[in-house]
Every structure is written in structure tokens, then in C-alpha cells.
């Protein structure tokens, strides 16, 4: 394991947060969490020194991104359990502070990655039981991850509804007195009609889901809590000159992607702490929304 201290005298800060990832079943959360703890070939130019995993879950996670990702396989798709089955994982994101001398920063990120059939009942099976046993847990976390495949923009209707639902179960649940934070994530960002516009994401979010991102609006605006938007590739890209997705497309529709790592020697993600630093902190890290 790396060591995570610059130096032994250095005792980093520490920003705690119970995550849910949501997000229907070609989003991508499976991988975009497995790519998150394996980070591979990291830049040395990146605000983020190091992620580690904590415990069985973030192992398994380093596991699944060893032994799938990294060979040019596809991850299953996460099935539907009882709640005490979907484990917890755990990972630290160590975060180099600008100043020098400046303490470190440990995002310390607990979540849960249900399947994408969560997403799917909220529409056509409000009243099944496991269902409210995943909204219960959902309405404890402080941090939510909306993450869609940025490709499924005809799906937009179907996650407005859907995020209708959620939300109001959301705000049945007070969590203290504090504001929940929802994080937009579109993923699979390196999409070339996605890539051009990863600068912007809240452009984006609106431009590929408007009532999605209407809806979050709203809610924000109501007093529910705070909304931001990000873009975000688990796979990245290949080359920098003319760069190109590192991906082989397995399927492409208007409802979305399905693709396998091309070069896993040259496997970068990108921008996936960028999301997980604002729930945690409230504020964005410009550095971390760098590509």
C-alpha cells in the first residue's frame, strides 16, 4: 500500500461523507467506482495523491477493475438484493493542498452501488418493499450521485419521473438540519460529442436533460438542498494531440453506450474525484474538473 503522507509530521484533514451512487442500468456506476479505486496511471500533475481502499468493498472494487476492466471485459450488471446484502465500500481520496506545507486532505467516501432496477421501480414499483428499504438508506446520506450515461438523452423523461419520486422520498427525511448535496454526474464523457463540451457541464446537463436538469433546479431553488453538475469518463482517452476515447464501443444508441477499455496500458480516468470533492466539501476544486 502506498504511503499516504508526504511526511510523517504531516496529520492531513479529514472530510467524512456517506455517498449513494444512483443511476439506472447502463450508467456505468460499477465501473466509474472500480475505476475510482484502482486510478490508474495517475498524472503527477493531479490535485489527487492517492486512493486507497479501506476495506472488503473498495478492495473488491480494486479487484473488479484488475480483473475486468483491465482486461478489456465488461463488469456484470449488479443484481438486485436485500439491503444487508449490497455491501458497503469504503476508499480514501488523499487530495495535495496547493500551499506548500499545507496539510493533506482525506476524503474519506463510504457508499453503496445499487442496481439499476432501483432506478427503474421508482416508476413501476413504488410500493415494493426493497424499494423503500433502498429510499430509507438513500434518505441518510448526505451526498447523492446522479450518474447517467451522457449518451441516453432520449431517457430524459423516463429520469425526470423517475427523479420526481426521488426526491420527494428524499425530503420526507430531515438528516439533522443539514442540506443534502446531489451531484449530476454525466459519464462516458469520451464520447467525441461529449468531450467537446466537458468544460461545460451544466451547459451540457441542460442541453441532453432538460426536464432532468429543470427538476433539479427546482428543487434547489425550493430549499431541498444544493444541485451541481460535472462531467466525468471512466475509460478517458488516448493520445493528446488528436486524442480519441479509449474505448472499443460494444453498442451505441440514442439510449446510451456500452464499451470495454482499448489500451488498458494507457487507462487514465478522468474527472472522477471532481463530484465526490464537492459533496464532501461544498465547494468545486477547479483542478480536479481538469481533463
Not at 426526491?167 to 443534502?180: P, Q, V, Y
Not at 479509449?246 to 440514442?254: A, D, F, G, I, T
Request: include cysteine; glycine fraction near 6%; hydrophobic fraction near 40%.
Amino acid at each position: 500500500m502506498l504511503n499516504i503522507f508526504k511526511n510523517k509530521d504531516q496529520s492531513p484533514s479529514q472530510s467524512n461523507i456517506v455517498l449513494r451512487v444512483i443511476g439506472d442500468r447502463d450508467a456505468g456506476k460499477t465501473a466509474y467506482m472500480a475505476s475510482l479505486a484502482r486510478w490508474p496511471n495517475a498524472s503527477p500533475d493531479s490535485p489527487v495523491q492517492t486512493v486507497v481502499p479501506v476495506d472488503e468493498g473498495g478492495e473488491d472494487l480494486v479487484n473488479k477493475a484488475q480483473n475486468i476492466l483491465e482486461q478489456g471485459l465488461e463488469l456484470e450488471a449488479s443484481l438486485l438484493e436485500n439491503l444487508d446484502q449490497v455491501r458497503d465500500c469504503t476508499l480514501q481520496i488523499t487530495i495535495k493542498q496547493k500551499k506548500l506545507g499545507s496539510q493533506l486532505l482525506n476524503l474519506n467516501i463510504s457508499h453503496k452501488d445499487y442496481s439499476g432496477e432501483f432506478f427503474h421501480d421508482l416508476l413501476h414499483r413504488s410500493q415494493d418493499p426493497l424499494l423503500q428499504e433502498y429510499l430509507e438508506d438513500c434518505a441518510q446520506a448526505n451526498g447523492i450521485m446522479f450518474l447517467v450515461d451522457g449518451n441516453s438523452r432520449r431517457r430524459d423523461p423516463e429520469y425526470a419521473n423517475g427523479l420526481d419520486k426521488f426526491l420527494i422520498a428524499l425530503d420526507r427525511h430531515d438528516i439533522g438540519g443539514m442540506k443534502r448535496r446531489i451531484a449530476l454526474v454525466l459519464n462516458k464523457c469520451e464520447q467525441s460529442d461529449l468531450w467537446v463540451n466537458r468544460d461545460k457541464p451544466a451547459f451540457l446537463a441542460s442541453a441532453r436533460f432538460p426536464q432532468v436538469s429543470q427538476k433539479l433546479k427546482v428543487w434547489q431553488q425550493m430549499g431541498g438542498g444544493e444541485v451541481e453538475f460535472f462531467t466525468a469518463s471512466a475509460f478517458g482517452m488516448l493520445g493528446t494531440k488528436y486524442p480519441e476515447p479509449n474505448v472499443n464501443l460494444v453498442q451505441k444508441s440514442r439510449e446510451g453506450v456500452r464499451a470495454v477499455i482499448k489500451n488498458p496500458k494507457l487507462w487514465r480516468p478522468f474527472a472522477l474525484v471532481a463530484p465526490i470533492y464537492w459533496l464532501c466539501k461544498g465547494s468545486r476544486h477547479p483542478d480536479l474538473d481538469k481533463i
